[in-house]
Each structure stands twice: as C-alpha cells, then as structure tokens.
C-alpha cells in the first residue's frame, strides 16, 4: 500500500543502529583485506574479445588451494572491490547508485513488500506527509510507464480536494513534461518534486500531457500551505452525520475529534465512519482514532520478534463518549490502519462493520533511522484485532454485512477501470507484459464485472508463464535450423533436375 502501518520504536532503532553500524565496519575491513592480499586469491579468469590472444603462460598454473569461506557481507564486500577493480569504465561506477542497487537486491530478498530503504530526501518527503503538511500545490506525484513513449514519467498519481492542482483542474495520470520550462525526462522523482514545491505565493508552471488531448498545455499555478487532507464530513439528514477517513497520520484524530464535535452540534445522533479506499498510515493514529469511540480495552495486539507481544490498549483521555448507533464502512480497498480501526469497533461492539472483505495487510513496519540520513522502513511485527482475529491469516476483515456498490460508486469505478484497461492494451501492444498484467488487475479490482479486462489479465499472465519456458530456447538457432531448411528445400528441385538431364 502507498502508506504502511508504522510503528517508531527508539529501541529497535538503537539496535538496528548498532547493528547496521557493524554491518558496515564488517563489510569495508573484509574488503581492505581482501584488497591487499591478492597473493591469496584465484588468480583472475579474463574473458577476451574475439581477435584477442590470451598472453603464453611461462609457467603452469598451480592449482590453488581451496578459499576459506566467506560470510556472505564479506561476499558483498568483495564483490564491490573486484568491480572497482575490473570494470571497463570506472567513470560509470557512481557509488550512490551502486549502494542503492545493493541495498535495494538485499531487501528485496527478503520477500517482504513493505520492508524497504528511503534515501535522505525520501525520508523529508516521508516525514512530511506523515506531518500532514507542507508547501507546493497539492499533488502527489510518481514515475509511470507513457503508454506511447514506454519511458518513464514525471505523473501526478492523485490531486487533494480544493488545493491548488486541483482548482487548475489537474487530474490524475497527468503526464508533467516540464517544470518552468525545464523538461522533466532526466530529472529524478525528488528533483521534480523539490522543483514543484517552493513558498507559498510563489507561481510553478507544468507543461502538461494528457491523454486524449493531442498537443500539451500549459498550467500555472500559485503555491499555498497545503493541508493534506484527512477527511470529508458533512450531515446526511438532521440526525445522520458522515465522517470519511482519507489519512492516518499525526493529525487525523485530533481532525476527527473536531469533526465529531461539530456533527454532534449539528445534531448527528447516528454516524457513518467511511474507511473506503483509506490504505492505512500511522499505528499511533490508527489507537487514538479507535480511542475516541473505545473509552478501555485493546486496540490491536501487535507480535514482534523484538518487543514480543505488545497490546495497544484504549487511550481514555481521548473518549468521545458517542453513544448514537455507528456504521463503519470498508472495502477491498481499506487496509492496515483502516483495518485496526474497523476490527477494535466491530470487536467492542461499538459499531457495525459493513461493505467487502477489506484488503488483508496485517503487518507493522517501523522506521529506522540510519546513520548519514535515510532510514529503513522494515516490517517488525503482525497484528491481531481485540478478539485474536488474524486479519493476515484470514486474508482481510470480514464485515458484518455485505454491501453492493451504490450506483454513482459504480459509475465512477468502471470509469477508472476503462482508463487502466486502455493503459493496458497500450502496454500490451507495446509487449511490455509486466506493465500490462498491472493495469488489467487494477482495473479487474476496481470492475469485477469487466469481462475483457479479466480476459486480458488471464492472457497476460499465460503470455508472461510462455515467456518464462521460451527463455532458454536459443532464438538464432532456430533461426539458423530455418535456413538450413528452406536451402534443403531448395536444392531438391536442383538435384532432380540434375539426376533428369543425366538420363540417357
């Protein structure tokens, strides 16, 4: 999800600390020893171009003894001297991006989705969404895939209701080619974004590409204090208030507060918390959003390898005391933090969940800060609702009742799913399976009634299993079998006219 469940413990940042710091102290004393003593090493098998003679050995080659072995950061160690060693073109070994290269294959290794590495300046961006707010014009912004070029994009992945981007009518998938005339397709996602923001008052021009319009235009806008927005709230009726849950982060439950406050004003004496679509955030937030409707008890129980089992327990300064009957609404959407807060109000009782099965994302990660900036955002725990249900286990939360989409809900999601299915027949044409198979799941996941885009997915999926047996067949063999063929085939009518002419 684009925001996990976090948990900042100064513990484990300590040892994750000590620990990373001796990784490192490992890592650079293996490669000074592996560096000066070549005596001890197999001597180097070089790999030459065609034309080129391996120099005459004056001597046979004695067998070497066979090497201790080494720890795996001492593999990683030498590894990287040999490459700053060997390598053709050491202009082209920048050091950041090998580092990043390495730490990104080492947790990707670890099979976990959500443990991953920020750098410094992701880390600012980070810190800020989870403030709640900054300035620029309020956009998020990502790298996509531009369906008619195949490179990748500057592209605005979601615009914050009544903020800048949103009030000069930008919209999602917007394709940002420049920025105050600059072009954007060698600039990096932070540069663009450190580019983009600026004080308050100040003016940014886009260059816009958007699909179905032909030539881009361009787009300027003034720089405000952007909120990020946490929810939506208004009355029903005279007696319904509606709550919908856009963020967890350090403001959501002092923002909910208010809002419940003025509901209750209103007159709301039932309520209506919309946790669609809502991917979670903060652990923090996701207790003290529970706390404001749960006066004691558990929250959710988080099991860590470190803190072994933790219980987030009700916090009662926060208590609303909301007495009125309270419906929370999920989807296949909600996740993480959306899920703790629905699980601890249906497990107490406090409200009925209904809508889908929500998304099944039961895992904590925590942010360690790491020496030198960035941090390492690493899955340390799994939680359970109030009453042990592993919402892992059973692959998301199952509501109370089932609800249909309404009608404008359903409008609106087969809309989106017509612009990833089109997105993803141009990724197709284009033979990028990977990009493609991505496009047809979101918009089979946002249309389940959408038969071509679960046809397509299917066939993406089969085209991408052929692909995998196809790879270690050898293309110009079979090309050059081809020849041979065609030329046998061609010498045949050859032969028998030979064998006819030599008859008597």
Same mark, same amino acid.
């Given at each position: 999800?684009? !925001?996990?469940? $976090? %948990? *900042? +413990?100064?513990?484990?940042?300590? &040892?994750?600390? #000590?620990?990373?710091?001796?990784? =490192? ?15 001890? !090493?197999?001597? $180097? %098998? *070089? +790999?030459?171009?065609?034309?080129? &003679?391996?120099? #005459?050995?004056?001597?046979?080659? =004695? ?246 089992e933790q219980v987030f327990e009700a916090i009662p300064s926060l208590y609303k005391g909301w007495k ?81 989409p309404t009608p404008e809900e359903q409008k609106h999601n087969s809309q989106l799913a017509a612009t ?70 061609q010498q045949k009518p050859m032969q028998a006219e030979a064998k006819a002419s030599a008859k008597p």
């Amino acid at each position: 999800m684009e !925001q996990q469940s $976090l %948990q *900042v +413990s100064q513990k484990i940042k300590g &040892v994750f600390s #000590i620990a990373i710091a001796l990784l =490192v102290a490992l890592s650079f004393a293996a490669g000074y020893q592996v560096g000066n003593r070549r005596s001890d !090493q197999p001597q $180097l %098998q *070089v +790999s030459l171009g065609p034309g080129l &003679v391996p120099p #005459i050995q004056e001597k046979p080659i =004695v067998q070497q003894p066979s090497q201790p072995s080494l720890r795996p950061v001492e593999r990683l160690a030498e590894v990287y001297l040999r490459l700053q060693q060997y390598f053709y073109a050491p202009n082209k070994l920048e050091e950041n991006q090998l580092t990043y290269g390495a730490i990104s294959g080492l947790l990707r290794a670890t099979g976990d989705q959500y443990t991953r590495y920020l750098k410094p300046e992701d880390l600012e961006q980070f810190t800020t969404r989870s403030h709640g707010e900054y300035e620029g014009i309020g956009a998020e912004l990502t790298l996509a895939v531009d369906p008619t070029t195949g490179e990748e994009r500057i592209t605005i992945m979601s615009v914050f209701p009544e903020q800048p981007a949103d009030k000069a009518g930008l919209r999602p998938l917007d394709r940002i080619l420049k920025i105050d005339g600059k072009p954007t397709d060698k600039m990096t996602l932070d540069q663009a974004v450190s580019m983009i923001r600026g004080p308050r008052g100040t003016t940014v021009t886009l260059t816009i590409q958007r699909d179905g319009i032909p030539e881009p235009f361009d787009v300027t806008l003034t720089r405000q204090r952007i909120q990020i927005p946490v929810l939506q709230k208004r009355m029903l009726d005279d007696k319904v208030g509606y709550i919908r849950l856009l963020e967890f982060n350090e403001k959501t439950a002092s923002e909910l507060s208010r809002a419940l406050d003025e509901l209750k004003g209103k007159g709301a004496q039932a309520l209506i918390l919309d946790l669609r679509g809502n991917p979670g955030g903060l652990l923090d937030a996701a207790v003290e959003v529970a706390s404001l409707f749960v006066p004691k008890g558990p929250i959710v129980t988080v099991k860590s390898r470190t803190e072994g089992e933790q219980v987030f327990e009700a916090i009662p300064s926060l208590y609303k005391g909301w007495k009125g009957p309270m419906v929370v609404l999920v989807d296949n959407r909600s996740a993480s933090a959306s899920e703790i807060v629905a699980g601890a109000l249906k497990d107490h009782k406090v409200a009925e969940v209904l809508g889908e099965k929500t998304f099944g994302k039961a895992s904590v990660q925590t942010v360690v800060t790491l020496r030198g900036g960035g941090a390492l955002i690493v899955t340390t725990g799994s939680y359970l609702t109030p009453s042990g249900y592993d919402i892992h286990a059973n692959k998301g939360l199952e509501p109370d009742r089932k609800l249909e989409p309404t009608p404008e809900e359903q409008k609106h999601n087969s809309q989106l799913a017509a612009t990833w299915l089109e997105r993803g027949k141009q990724h197709l044409q284009a033979k990028e399976l990977e990009d493609a198979l991505i496009c047809f799941g979101r918009a089979r996941q946002l249309d389940r009634t959408n038969k071509e885009a679960s046809k397509l997915f299917n066939e993406t999926v089969a085209q991408l299993v052929e692909q995998e047996r196809n790879r270690t067949k050898d293309a110009q063999l079979e090309q050059v079998q081809q020849m041979l063929l065609q030329k046998l085939n061609q010498q045949k009518p050859m032969q028998a006219e030979a064998k006819a002419s030599a008859k008597p």
